[in-house]
């Protein structure tokens, strides 16, 4: 149905396009389907600001089949495959055998050359309660042997579950290449992943005035296995928070992240270039 001209004058306005980056970088974790744009205009926005490559993620069955189906068509685009961690409850709600065939829908999706990463998968203790813990934990495990087997890069949704996360990703020996998605953690959970040679990318909310704690983690990790991320369409960074987010904001965050390193742009971006190809390369 066509909005009226009242209702688009009160939907929030994009924030504009940001100062091109010398040295084009990834948006290692966006949302293209929860975006309200094309495809093609996300990516060419994008492109303009020096963001050059978008890692599409799908966290349930259709939208998986929607990022590999993307990534085909956009060689700017990479595709991660998973079930969310929010999705594993309700799938295992839906009756016996539900959850497992969906696994196995996103095993053979991994298989295809157009996915670079098993994700987002996880844990999140924030929106799911103690009910749903096993099939969360049943759903990670899986998700870890898939990217394991296939030798793809696992991108991980750590919400209030750090130390359950690690502890899994222990218990079954983690994939070759592993990313902590939009970054959550503390000084001391940032060289846990930094001993263990875990990516850690950062988002939007690293810019929040409230993010001190974040920031500081940030500080900590060290250059050589830093990514960064929009989340789009959440996370907008400051100062555009509450407006639309999308990948061409990256350079927003990502000059953020070079004030707290102590680095230039170029700097950091040079890194962040580097390592996205070792992660999903």
Not at 114 to 119: I, K, P, S, T
Not at 180 to 189: K, L, P, Q
Request: glycine share 6%; proline share 8%.
């Amino acid at each position: 149905m066509p909005k009226s001209a009242k209702a688009k004058a009160l939907e929030p306005v994009p924030p504009p396009l940001p100062e091109p980056l010398a040295v084009p970088v990834t948006d290692s974790h966006t949302h293209l389907d929860m975006q309200d744009t094309t495809v093609e205009d996300a990516l060419a926005k994008a492109a303009e600001v020096g963001v050059t490559r978008v890692v599409q993620i799908g966290c349930d069955p259709e939208r998986a089949r929607w990022a590999v189906k993307t990534a085909a068509e956009h060689e700017a685009v990479w595709a991660a495959v998973a079930l969310h961690p929010n999705e594993a409850p309700r799938l295992d709600a839906e009756g016996p055998g539900v959850l497992d065939a969906a696994l196995d829908e996103i095993a053979e999706l991994a298989e295809r050359h157009e996915v670079r990463a098993l994700g987002e998968t996880g844990l999140d203790y924030f929106r799911t309660g103690p009910e749903g813990v096993a099939a969360q934990q049943r759903s990670f495990r899986r998700h870890i042997e898939i990217a394991k087997a296939l030798d793809k890069a696992l991108v991980i949704h750590d919400r209030d579950a750090h130390d359950d996360v690690l502890r899994i990703l222990r218990e079954e020996g983690a994939p070759r290449r592993t990313v902590f998605h939009c970054f959550s953690g503390d000084v001391a959970m940032a060289e846990v992943c930094a001993a263990e040679g875990y990516f850690m990318s950062f988002a939007g909310n690293v810019t929040f005035g409230s993010a001190q704690p974040l920031r500081d983690a940030l500080a900590a990790a060290p250059p050589e296995l830093l990514l960064v991320e929009t989340d789009a369409p959440f996370l907008t960074p400051t100062p555009f928070r509450g407006r639309p987010n999308a990948p061409y904001l990256i350079p927003v965050t990502l000059r953020a992240m070079a004030q707290v390193k102590g680095l230039t742009e170029t700097e950091l971006a040079r890194h962040v270039a580097a390592n996205t190809v070792r992660a999903f390369g």
